[in-house]
């Protein structure tokens, strides 16, 4: 690829360039970004557009420029004098009629547009760059009718930015000119070829290492949510029951002392000593009452975080799955598709149906006619478990199948759960029909939750959910 930023390229180019527009007025410049700029020359456009790995720039016959912030007004219909580039730099310049100047700096992303008026007032593109608010252009060197170019100027971004054959002090000049003359090159037709191969691979880069970034984020955090929420879990689980400190403190409180923070009692089963923490401020009866009432808690904190741990792991799943898809993209078009089609986190449609969760199986239950429908018709899979009250109103309820066929005491947990959300909910036993759910359709203009089960198995069951 040629060096479109280097001195010899931009000396060539802007020749052409000039020959273009030199009878043309400068009719409007645009910025559309931070990094992209526009030139009309009444019929023809040059678009500049500054990344950090160069700035690229394209002339076309297109004067459809985008809507954007104008610029540099104050020099609209007038025409270009000559266009220059600046030795051992990598800008050039366009000097107008009236003897004011435009100076690109080709600099990549610290690249800049600096206008200079006749009456001394400095305009820039960029005005966060401080050193370019008291800028100067450099004289004019034709650099390029210089012979003893590489004594001079071999250490310099002009030579380095060059090919290894062509940087060699023997007939370097004579080589310079031939690399950048070689087959009649047509320079605006090479940076044009440049900045068409170049820029939809900077921007699907920068896009992909963005969204890279992001869902790379959002793994790492739901991970360790994961982890933190998998400790809790574990600890309420191997933690002393707190209505058991209760018992002990019942049993005991008459030999407990006020005022103390902190006590140890003998299990009465196995004699291990239990260290209760106690509230000071309360007797051994109150304190007691207080781990009664955590006791009730503890049941729903277990449920809780169990649907939350479920949760986050689906949604850790769904990440992972959008990682490798994201990975899987070639260019700006597929990752076009891929923010389009992005699959949207199952965590959201799992806050909408009851929860509960049996021997590391997830199970889900309808809240309501239209909730039975998306749980059965959208988010069940066809080889889940699907359950129902027997020929009575109820919920519907669905076991996430796992590659192992569903256990019968997790179905039998299921139906108790499907009997209880049941209009049969009072009854001593339940009959509860199961399938797998691609045995479940929904008939053409049937009500909300209405189904029809093509085949199906029963179990009779007690309604609770004591999970």
């Given at each position: 690829m040629l060096p479109v930023s280097n001195y010899f390229f931009l000396w060539h180019w802007s020749k052409?360039?000039?020959?273009?527009?030199?009878?043309?007025?400068?009719?409007?410049?645009?910025?559309?970004?931070?990094?992209?700029?526009?030139?009309?020359?009444?019929?023809?456009?040059?678009?500049?557009?500054?990344?950090?790995i160069g700035t690229f720039y394209y002339v076309s016959e297109?004067?459809?420029?985008?809507?954007?912030?104008?610029?540099?007004?104050?020099?609209?219909?007038?025409?270009?004098?000559?266009?220059?580039?600046?030795?051992?730099?990598?800008?050039?310049?366009?000097?107008?009629?009236?003897?004011?100047?435009i100076w690109i700096k080709l600099y990549g992303k610290n690249g800049n547009i600096l206008y200079f008026k006749k009456d001394g007032n400095l305009f820039l593109f960029k005005n966060n760059i401080e050193k370019d608010k008291s800028a100067k252009i450099p004289e004019s060197i034709e650099l390029i009718d210089k012979e003893n170019i590489f004594n001079n100027f071999s250490e310099t971004e002009t030579i380095k930015s060059l090919p290894p054959e062509i940087r060699?002090?023997?007939?370097?000049?004579?080589?310079?000119?031939?690399?950048?003359?070689?087959?009649?090159?047509?320079?605006?037709?090479?940076?044009?070829?440049i900045f068409k191969n170049t820029i939809p691979a900077y921007f699907f880069n920068q896009k992909k290492q963005e969204l890279t970034d992001k869902i790379s984020k959002q793994i790492n955090s739901v991970e360790k949510n994961i982890q933190s929420k998998e400790i809790s879990l574990k600890f309420l689980k191997e933690n002393y029951?707190?209505?058991?400190?209760?018992?002990?403190?019942?049993?005991?409180?008459?030999?407990i002392a006020a005022g103390l923070s902190e006590v140890e009692l003998a299990d009465f089963e196995t004699n291990e000593l239990i260290k209760i923490k106690l509230d000071s401020k309360l007797n051994a009866i109150q304190n007691a009452e207080k781990y009664y009432k955590k006791a009730k808690k503890d049941p729903l904190q277990l449920q809780l975080l169990e649907q939350q741990i479920v949760k986050s792991k689906i949604n850790l799943e769904n990440l992972k799955k959008q990682f490798a898809e994201l990975d899987a993209t070639e260019n700006r078009n597929s990752i076009q598709k891929f923010e389009k089609n992005k699959t949207e986190i199952v965590e959201k449609k799992i806050e909408k149906f009851k929860h509960f969760r049996y021997e590391n199986y997830e199970i889900f239950v309808g809240k309501n006619a239209a909730n039975n429908d998306e749980l059965t018709m959208h988010f069940a899979q066809k080889e889940d478990i699907w359950l129902h009250a027997f020929q009575v109103s109820g919920s519907h309820v669905v076991i996430k199948k796992k590659k192992e066929e569903v256990p019968k005491k997790v179905i039998q947990k299921a139906a108790e759960i499907a009997a209880y959300f049941s209009g049969s909910k009072s009854s001593a036993m339940v009959n509860v029909i199961y399938t797998p759910k691609k045995f479940v359709r929904k008939p053409k203009g049937a009500n909300p939750g209405a189904v029809k089960v093509e085949k199906y198995e029963s179990i009779l069951v007690c309604p609770q959910i004591d999970i």
């Open positions: 052409s360039f000039f020959e273009l527009i030199k009878n043309k007025q400068l009719t409007q410049v645009v910025a559309t970004s931070a990094f992209e700029i526009y030139f009309e020359f009444e019929d023809i456009t040059l678009k500049y557009i500054f990344t950090p297109n004067t459809n420029i985008p809507k954007g912030r104008k610029l540099f007004t104050e020099i609209y219909g007038k025409k270009i004098a000559k266009i220059y580039p600046i030795a051992i730099d990598r800008s050039l310049v366009f000097e107008f009629t009236n003897q004011e100047k060699t002090p023997d007939n370097i000049y004579a080589k310079i000119l031939g690399y950048f003359s070689k087959e009649n090159l047509d320079m605006i037709l090479e940076a044009n070829d029951p707190n209505d058991k400190k209760g018992h002990l403190l019942m049993a005991y409180s008459y030999n």
